[in-house]
């Protein structure tokens, strides 16, 4: 029986590059859910002189497809700058592995768009955002979607874990629908914090919850 995938697919799918985790990356990001079945995140560490992507990781939770393109993208993505990586587009990632099912290209789109919200994690971070947009709830409720609730594998506004946002002055107040001693209380505090406080607008961010 023949697989529906190109021997470069397989290739990178039982041999990844660039597997794990960057302690302290310069930018990282989150992209898909477990509950969908794909998810990736990436990690980079960024030349401060040059902007060149000097180290890549990637950790994936999925299909071959998913693996495999979060190997290709990461190994495209190495020692470019982070404005020539930015370039990097689905078709390209998929191309270079010689294609992908229809019904997996998706996981090519899910590579590169961790790609990119690394990229923009680490400008927000050191200032290098351009025509930026003020903050709005919007903004915030659209970061908060990238926050999994460990539960479900679903985001914690989908599911119904954010009961009221608060955008004041320069100020964040996230009050969520958990108690403080919940089991998840403490990582899911972090993980909207981090989420949220580098968005170039914003001097706090609070998590409260409901006791």
Not at 92 to 108: T, V
Not at 183 to 202: G, H, P, T, Y
């Amino acid at each position: 029986m023949s697989l529906p995938y190109s021997e470069k697919v397989i290739e990178h799918f039982k041999h990844p590059r660039n597997v794990g985790k960057i302690d302290n990356p310069d930018g990282k990001a989150i992209e898909g859910s477990a509950a969908c079945g794909d998810m990736v995140a990436v990690y980079i560490k960024v030349d401060k002189d040059s902007k060149r992507i000097e180290n890549i990781k990637f950790q994936s939770y999925g299909c071959a497809s998913n693996i495999a393109t979060g190997s290709i993208v990461t190994e495209l993505a190495k020692g470019k700058t982070i404005d020539e990586a930015k370039d990097i587009s689905w078709q390209q990632a998929a191309d270079e592995l010689g294609g992908l099912p229809p019904i997996k290209q998706h996981c090519s789109v899910l590579a590169v768009d961790g790609l990119r919200a690394a990229i923009n994690n680490y400008e927000e971070k050191n200032g290098l955002i351009k025509n930026k947009k003020a903050t709005t709830i919007e903004i915030i409720n659209k970061r908060l979607k990238h926050v999994m609730n460990p539960i479900t594998g679903l985001d914690v506004v989908k599911t119904n874990l954010i009961k009221k946002v608060e955008l004041i002055n320069k100020e964040i107040i996230v009050i969520m629908d958990i108690p403080s001693n919940h089991q998840f209380a403490n990582s899911l505090k972090e993980d909207i914090v981090e989420k949220l406080e580098a968005l170039w607008d914003i001097e706090r961010v609070k998590v409260e919850f409901t006791e």
